[in-house]
């Protein structure tokens, strides 16, 4: 089962883009389950949510490490054991680190007997309110970004030129390996082309990386 | 195995920096001890809303685990409870806020504080001062509150708070100044119960959240916590911190701060996330004993082995470092972060990270 992480920050456009995904995807012909935010409202085609989705409690940072994991985990194998998508996609909160969702996604193979391969995770940059967000919340941003492997600049059917090479600019700077796509999730602008790469490509699992990680500080001389 | 020194000899040299026998332990065991009780089957949802459930699962746990410190950790959503917001309660899970009292921008200012000793707060209060007399020729104990900007973030999505600190800023502050008046009230209480310390979560002190100037503006030295931190000293208390984020605001929170002890996380996959070695290297561990940092899950997914090997490695790294640092015993191999109160979580991992530590623990230098 493919986990496909949807991150961003409140407002940049995750539910409106993810509905349009799931849309795609259903097309092609998968079997698509949906996690969204408890927490935050939704307030675009919440029939397709209750058709498709599920919400889940705030799928949030602060303590990634021990109390949200297990929460999570539990939610992705329900999911598993009575729906058995092929592809799940999760809208985290903007407070949340992917690494942290895919490692509790992770867990979830206990309950289930499938393994979690990992989509590329796409973050979401919200370029018309591009200033205000390198302003306010910018350390939140900033770690989405850190950890995509994909951004992807959105909503540009209404930014300007200006705000979306500031987007670029932003997010070349905290994540230059990271794929740069532009779109807009309201006009279904580059989400084609991103579920092409939900289903073709992979990202590396929390399980393995920590290993290696671990390994090389032990053996490796890094400290 | 008899050891040479008790578990408050041990954890008093360690706080003044003397030799110790070995390095003190602490895996920070706090709900998955209600499983040390009896037959095992006491739920979580039990252990967390009775005070005499909670005190006899932590006291039944140190000796259990033998363990050299006694923290009252519940879960994170008591405050938020308290103050009205709907927790999910259910049997074993760690309860969780499933309906935030602040939706909207006009909720800060409405928020109204409950009595301390009602709710889950009064759990905690009456139940420290049983575990905290009951332990008090065994262990050090300490009391544990959630800070006042985690008390926010759990009262509403955190999301929203982080962008109402610059879009409802004063609301935002009001907020905090009512949790935080809550929160001087429950460190008097706090205070009555006597633990030897007061432990703060301090979790959003976080470099992928905020800046300086951000957590100085909204918990930091100079606002709330620092009143509350010298609060807890009045109160006849030792401070404490706690805060399992990836990147630690070392700075404010052990230099400015100033806690006798300060627990925290590791993760590997961060960049710029501190270990133990980096930790003691760059000096926090002079004047406060750092405890960390080994992986909660690994309680709960590794083998006995793994955590042997980890434990060992752990006590390994920390032992030169403290060595080439000049220091004797600062450090408390401790787990980053709670150890998962789950069901599924292995009493023998525990045990046996606690036994690594007698076995391996010795600073030589
Ligand atoms: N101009 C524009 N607005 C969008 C686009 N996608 C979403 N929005 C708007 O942005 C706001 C937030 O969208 P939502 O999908 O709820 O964002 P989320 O909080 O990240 O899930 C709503 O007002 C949407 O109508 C887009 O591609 N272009
Ligand atoms: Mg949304």
């Known amino acids: 089962m493919k986990i496909a992480q949807v991150a961003g920050f409140l407002g940049s456009g995750k539910t409106t883009f993810l509905i349009e995904l799931a849309k795609i995807l259903v097309d092609r012909g998968h079997r698509i389950a949906i996690i969204v935010n408890d927490v935050g409202e939704i307030n675009v085609d919440a029939k397709f949510i209750e058709m498709y989705g599920l919400k889940a409690k705030e799928i949030s940072g602060g303590c990634i490490c021990c109390q949200v994991a297990g929460n999570f985990a539990n939610t992705i194998a329900i999911l598993y054991n009575t729906f058995k998508p092929d592809i799940v996609i999760v809208e985290p909160s903007g407070v949340a680190i992917p690494w942290g969702l895919k490692r509790a996604a992770e867990y979830s193979e206990e309950e289930m007997d499938d393994v979690i391969v990992h989509a590329p995770v796409i973050t979401l940059v919200d370029s018309l309110r591009i200033e205000e967000l390198m302003q306010s919340v910018r350390r939140l941003v900033e770690t989405q970004i850190r950890e995509a492997d994909v951004v992807f600049i959105n909503k540009v059917d209404s930014a300007t030129k200006e705000k979306i090479d500031l987007s670029v600019q932003f997010s070349k700077a905290i994540n230059p390996n990271a794929e740069i796509m532009f779109g807009s999730g309201r006009n279904n602008q580059g989400v084609k082309e991103a579920a092409t790469l939900i289903e073709t490509r992979t990202s590396p699992r929390y399980d393995e990386s920590y290993e290696k990680e671990m390994l090389k500080r032990d053996y490796g001389g890094g400290a | ?365």
């Open chain 2, 1 to 365: 195995m008899t050891e040479k020194m008790t578990h408050i000899e041990r954890v008093l040299a360690s706080l003044g920096d003397q030799p110790v026998d070995r390095l003190t332990v602490y895996p920070i065991a706090c709900g998955v001890s209600r499983r040390t009780i009896g037959d095992g089957t006491m739920l979580y949802k039990d252990w967390c809303s009775d005070p005499k459930n909670y005190a006899q699962g932590l006291i039944s746990g140190q000796k259990y685990f033998d363990l050299d410190l006694t923290v009252g950790l519940m879960d994170l959503s008591v405050i938020a409870g308290d103050f009205g917001s709907h927790v999910r309660m259910d049997e074993q899970n760690t309860p969780f806020v499933d309906d935030p009292v602040i939706k909207g921008p006009e909720d800060y200012e409405k928020l109204q504080a409950p009595d301390i000793n009602k709710g889950r707060s009064g759990v905690i209060l009456e139940g420290t001062k049983i575990f905290a007399d009951a332990l008090k020729n065994e262990t050090i104990t300490s009391g544990f509150l959630e800070g006042p900007l985690l008390a926010l973030t759990q009262s509403a999505s955190a999301e929203k708070v982080f962008m109402d600190m610059y879009n409802n800023r004063s609301a935002v502050h009001k907020a905090l100044g009512t949790f935080t008046e809550y929160l001087r009230d429950m460190v008097k209480g706090m205070g009555q119960s006597k633990p030897a310390a007061c432990m703060w979560d301090y979790l959003w002190a976080s470099y992928s959240c905020l800046g300086d100037n951000e957590y100085d503006e909204f918990e930091g030295q100079y606002k709330y916590a620092g009143g509350l931190n010298e609060l807890v000293g009045k109160e006849g208390m030792a401070l404490a911190i706690h805060n399992c984020a990836d990147l630690p605001h070392l700075d404010t929170q052990i230099k400015a701060m100033k806690p006798a002890a300060y627990t925290m996380a590791y993760y590997p996959l961060i960049p710029g996330s501190p270990s133990a070695s980096e930790v003691i290297g760059k000096g926090y561990a002079d004047n406060c004993v750092v405890c960390g940092n080994i992986d909660p899950q690994g309680y709960v997914r590794w083998s006995q082995e793994k955590m042997q090997k980890t434990t060992m490695n752990l006590c390994q790294e920390v032992k030169t470092a403290l060595c080439a640092r000049g220091l004797k015993s600062k450090y408390c191999i401790a787990s980053g972060c709670e150890v998962p109160p789950s069901v599924t979580t292995r009493l023998e991992n525990i045990k046996t990270m606690v036994d690594t530590v007698k076995q391996y623990g010795q600073v030589t230098c």
